[in-house]
């Protein structure tokens, strides 16, 4: 079955490819095209998947014992872009 490493690397890639999209697609198309079609589409299912982050975060650092500046690194990234994918290059891996 799927382990919490598992979900919290697929939520992580999920929110990475959503901040993305939202962040350098629905934006520009936005303010430049004058259609925040994109970005009402994406900014829901970007939110969900950003608190689902945090929350598995925090519940997976928990588990696996991550110091505290580890877990604030692992959160601070979802703030970043392309910094999801980074961690599950760096920290993530490393655990599988």
Do not use: C
């Not at 939202?22 to 303010?31: E, H, M, S, W």
Request: hydrophobic share 55%; proline share 4%; charged share 10%.
């Amino acid at each position: 079955m799927f382990s919490l490493l598992n979900i919290f690397r697929l939520v992580a890639l999920l929110e990475g490819i959503s901040y993305i999209l939202l962040l350098f697609i629905a934006v520009p198309i936005k303010y430049f095209g004058n259609d925040p079609q994109y970005v009402k589409m994406l900014g829901m299912p970007h939110g969900l998947l950003f608190v689902a982050y945090i929350i598995l975060a925090i519940v997976l650092g928990s588990k696996l014992k991550w110091k505290s500046k580890s877990l604030m690194f692992v959160l601070a990234a979802s703030i970043i872009p392309f910094g999801t994918f980074y961690i599950d290059k760096v920290y993530l891996k490393q655990v599988s």
